[in-house]
């Protein structure tokens, strides 16, 4: 007789569960049980990835969820099948939407509409033990009848857990005696909360975490031992020898529950407009109607492309999925909301006529088989990018077209790392909060699991004594990827034809958006659209920007920018990018000015190039050199010139790589699309050197020679893993190199576009700021006359926002620009008479000098304001008393204010301060190092901004960072050695302004010593 576990927690219980669904699977197997059933704490998020591990280690998977009723009580729900599964979904809906957010309750009422399922009456948590361990049996017996009465009495079972808790004995003769009563059966679990019982400690911990106590604090919630694992069908017939039926029922029960999911099924949504018209016929038509718009005359060629393209969307069933992207977009367009595709979508010509992405895909040769091919068959994926303000009105359009019960965000799980790990286990542990904070602050963003490893290597950390942290890091390890709580995805949409809770619970996020219970790759999975509506600020700073321009040039048309614009070239590689889409960063500006770009494909290379993979394959050298035609330009067989001539021979985009394939190894598009997923994800080396032999026998079949074959292969596995997106790239390159025209062209309209979208881009306001000054373009303080919510442009100056102003709101903001429609203020007083804000506010403004041009002197306005306020609150307006007059805050007194207030430096950098006593001791500026020979060696000062640790292909460790002062940026390389010695100056909480001594290699500096300026 075999046992099987039908009530069990994965660490998707949240703090309730130590245990992964793949090692809780894999322990099942190995013990060799038939099936599993995951119950975890109303939910089913992992109900997708349990069926896969499920599916692949050979066990029957049982899909239920312990639920919550509104006394508290648990209730162990187990789905019969799809349309038990559905019920349950439908079931946690109703629990989720009409509860408090983090609570949620099961009514009696809702539990009635359950149906095709079977119920346990769960643990000591559920309602029957709970009356029983009281001493109300009477109770006890109503809930049981209730029950049976619900889910009926062949689907109702009374759960025994094992005799190993105080009580539990007793507990279970009791629940013996009112099965017999009922003529119900009972059934033994383990209520498993983790798969070994070395988890148990973990488990402990993890309570405390979601209980908000200490290891050192009792609490019901934590388990008394270690007892909740997966033990073996032994181990429990051991234990209910006294109820052999009982472990017989799991058996009975796992043979009436069968898989709940089709994962094959597509549940593409209904189209509102197609009405009875075909999809495949209006897809066409809408296509061959953009082709005519894009291209004019339509080539035998082109024509024979999109006739490609849409036999594959066809035969794949992706016609409806198209027609959603080209509605949405179509909105966009019509409500006059920027927008601009993005991704592996811009490999399709069918998208591009479409109107999804500006990339054309025909034009620059691209394949569409990286998009979408007929041996892959896995669902397209279409991004856009939209402009942050407008992208919520877009997403409601869906909502409102396709029906709510058809449309809901996409969740996220937020995972325990370092950081967070660190802090709430430490606190569970009651390790002072002190040393907590200081240990967090100085981990990199990395996994938790990683924190041992870097340790060594971190020189900040190396500062700490690792032994008070030893047993907390452990835990960390474990805990690593854990799901702490659900998150919203910053885009996606999951659009159905059938009501979503037939196939997902829907839940409201922390911002109250009503998201799945499955993340991107589960909603993918079960084979639910999504379509990815990104809300991206570079938009809303080109449509401002657009707007500000043509208050003075009525004329300009973004979408008519010239392709070819020396000028915009000339910006470029001078590696003056700053505020430029994708090109800002100090590696990407670098590259600019040794790239020397004079076309498109140069940027869209560049775009490529900076990455992790690139970086740490070695490939940006030899790609400028090649481009500059400093080394010579080989291909090791002559069919890889059509392929590789864009790229001077070096395989960069992952479309090469499909074109290699299907060349050399007459490889069919599918098939080569399956090689560069195996490189690209670092699948097995068994797995690469597969499908490597695969690629040599038919590159030889196909008439070339073996060893060529050989070579080929070895060069594009070098390269393959670090390919990016051609389709990508061209996408951004497009962005990137028309926002870097409004950047030459445009400076004071587009800086003050960026600064009131912050934030946005690599850099912070302040550099920005910086940036803009540089340029020539004044800023100017706050006016509590002039400024309004945006950073605006007066003359060839930007004026500050009111919302810059720290902690302005929008109500007060609203209240300060609709008072002022009524005519500018005259006073502080006026304004206080007009304007309800609260006194802190009214502070800042005056001490960022928001009232300047009304009252020179600050410190004489802050006194003031008490009285002003007070006559406020109590209505009555009369004379000011008079006011001794008081001395101004200094000047220096006013730019810290002002730097404080804003966060940022408007009218002088506050390195300029230090000016003179920095070039007593001959150090120089920012600008002036930039100006020296190579390899001299100075001592420049600044403010460390951006600093980073890429991956290397050495694996050492290099710094990258910029120097910031009034004269701009300079950007300063580490090295290992010198990253042991200074690493805590760098990665530092408060990094106060440095003095760095190196040498100059082309425009930045090779670190080799530093110390505070401060």
């Not at 407009?273 to 339509?298: D, I, P, W």
């Not at 059938?498 to 993340?519: C, H, M, Y």
């Not at 490939?619 to 001077?648: D, Q, W």
């Not at 050399?664 to 994800?681: K, N, Q, W, Y």
Request: net charge positive.
């Amino acid at each position: 007789m075999a046992f099987i576990h039908l009530h069990t927690h994965s660490n998707f219980s949240f703090l309730d569960g130590a245990s992964t669904v793949k090692e809780l699977v894999q322990k099942a197997a190995a013990s060799g049980m038939p099936a599993l059933a995951l119950t975890d704490h109303n939910n089913v998020s992992a109900a997708v990835s349990f069926y896969r591990e499920a599916q692949a280690a050979g066990i029957k998977p049982i899909q239920g969820a312990e639920i919550t009723m509104q006394d508290g009580c648990h209730l162990v729900l187990l789905a019969k099948n799809p349309r038990g599964y559905a019920s349950l979904c439908q079931l946690l809906t109703r629990a989720y939407l009409n509860s408090p957010r983090e609570d949620p309750r099961v009514s009696w009422p809702a539990l009635e509409n359950c149906r095709e399922v079977i119920a346990l009456s769960g643990c000591r948590r559920g309602a029957i033990p709970r009356l029983i361990l009281q001493g109300n049996f009477q109770q006890a017996l109503t809930t049981a009848r209730r029950l049976i009465r619900i889910f009926g009495r062949e689907n109702f079972f009374l759960e025994l857990e094992p005799p190993l808790f105080p009580g539990s004995n007793r507990l279970n003769r009791y629940l013996a005696q009112l099965a017999t009563e009922l003529n119900i059966e009972l059934v033994a679990t383990n209520n498993v909360h983790y798969h070994s019982k070395a988890r148990y400690q973990l488990q402990d911990l993890l309570t405390c975490v979601r209980t908000l106590t200490t290891l050192n604090t009792v609490h019901p919630e934590r388990h008394l031992n270690g007892e909740y694992y997966l033990k073996s069908a032994a181990q429990m017939k051991a234990l209910f020898c006294q109820y052999p039926q009982a472990l017989a029922n799991t058996e009975s029960i796992t043979s009436r529950c069968q898989p709940v999911f089709d994962l094959e099924k597509p549940r593409f949504p209904q189209i509102p407009f197609l009405k009875n018209e075909n999809s495949a016929a209006v897809l066409r038509r809408l296509t061959f109607s953009g082709a005519k718009k894009r291209y004019g005359k339509l080539t035998q060629d082109l024509t024979d492309r999109i006739e490609h393209e849409l036999s594959i969307i066809t035969n794949l069933g992706f016609c409806d999925y198209f027609l959603l992207a080209w509605d949405v977009a179509r909105y966009a367009r019509q409500e006059g909301i920027r927008y601009a595709g993005r991704g592996s979508a811009a490999d399709s010509v069918v998208a591009y006529c479409l109107g999804l992405t500006e990339v054309d895909a025909y034009n620059r040769n691209l394949l569409f088989e990286r998009f979408m091919s007929l041996e892959q068959a896995k669902q397209p994926d279409i991004d856009l990018d939209i402009d942050s303000r407008h992208r919520d009105k877009v997403a409601r359009y869906v909502y409102d077209t396709y029906g709510q019960e058809h449309v809901a965000s996409v969740c996220t799980f937020s995972t325990f790392r370092a950081r967070s790990a660190v802090r709430e286990l430490g606190k569970a542990m009651e390790l002072p909060e002190e040393m907590l904070d200081t240990l967090a602050k100085r981990l990199p963003h990395i996994h938790a699991d990683r924190i041992e490893q870097v340790w060594p290597e971190l020189p900040e950390l190396r500062e700490l004594d690792p032994r008070p942290f030893k047993k907390l890091l452990h835990f960390c390890h474990q805990v690593a990827g854990f799901p702490r709580h659900y998150g919203t995805h910053p885009g996606g949409l999951v659009i159905s034809r059938e009501p979503l809770t037939n196939l997902t619970p829907l839940q409201r996020s922390a911002k109250g958006v009503v998201i799945t219970q499955f993340d991107k790759e589960g909603v993918e999975d079960l084979g639910l659209v999504k379509l990815d509506l990104l809300s991206l600020k570079t938009m809303s700073a080109v449509e401002d920007t657009a707007v500000n321009i043509k208050q003075k040039d009525k004329n300009f048309d973004y979408e008519a920018i010239p392709p070819d614009d020396r000028e915009t070239f000339s910006l470029l590689n001078s590696g003056e990018t700053i505020g430029v889409f994708q090109l800002e960063s100090p590696a990407q500006r670098a590259l600019q000015q040794k790239l020397q770009a004079d076309n498109m494909e140069d940027i869209v290379a560049s775009l490529a190039l900076i990455r992790p993979g690139p970086i740490k394959g070695n490939m940006v050298e030899p790609f400028v050199a090649r481009r500059l035609g400093k080394e010579p330009v080989s291909y090791l067989h002559p069919k890889l010139k059509p392929i590789l001539e864009k790229t001077y021979g070096v395989v960069l985009f992952q479309e090469q790589v499909i074109e290699i394939a299907t060349a050399i190894a007459g490889f069919t598009p599918g098939e080569a699309d399956r090689l560069r997923r195996v490189m690209s994800h670092a699948r097995s080396y068994t797995e690469m050197e597969k499908i490597g032999q695969q690629f040599i026998r038919k590159a030889k079949a196909n008439g070339v020679d073996p060893a060529t074959a050989k070579t080929i292969y070895s060069y594009i596995m070098g390269y393959a893993s670090y390919g990016f997106c051609e389709a990508h790239a061209a996408a951004f390159a497009t962005t990137a190199y028309k926002t870097a025209y409004l950047a030459k062209h445009y400076p004071a309209e587009f800086f003050a576009a960026v600064l009131s979208n912050q934030p946005m881009g690599y850099y912070s306001p302040n550099t920005i700021a910086q940036e803009a000054r540089r340029r020539g373009i004044a800023l100017k303080l706050p006016d509590i006359n002039k400024s309004t919510g945006k950073f605006t442009v007066e003359d060839n100056s930007i004026r500050v926002s009111l919302a810059q102003v720290r902690q302005m709101n929008q109500k007060v903001m609203e209240n300060i620009l609709t008072a002022r429609k009524h005519g500018p203020f005259r006073s502080l007083a006026d304004f206080c008479r007009r304007v309800k804000a609260p006194r802190p506010i009214i502070e800042n403004l005056i001490l960022c000098g928001a009232f300047d041009q009304l009252h020179p002197n600050r410190k004489q306005l802050l006194w003031q304001l008490p009285h002003l306020l007070k006559e406020t609150d109590d209505g009555l307006f009369t004379t000011l008393p008079r006011l001794q007059p008081v001395p101004d805050f200094s000047e220096v007194e006013k730019l810290d204010w002002e730097r404080w207030i804003l966060k940022m430096d408007v009218r002088q950098h506050h390195m300029a301060r230090w000016r003179k006593k920095l070039q007593q001791k001959n150090i120089l500026t920012t600008a002036e190092a930039k100006g020296v020979e190579a390899q001299s060696t100075i001592t420049v000062a600044g403010v460390v901004i951006t600093p980073h640790r890429p991956p290397t292909r050495s694996g050492k460790t290099v710094v990258f960072f910029s120097l910031e002062d009034e004269t701009g940026l300079l950007d300063v390389t580490m090295f290992e050695k010198q990253y042991q010695r200074f690493g805590h100056l760098i990665f530092n909480q408060f990094r106060p302004p440095l003095v760095v001594t190196g040498t100059m290699s082309g425009n930045s500096l090779i670190f080799e010593t530093a110390k505070t300026l401060i």
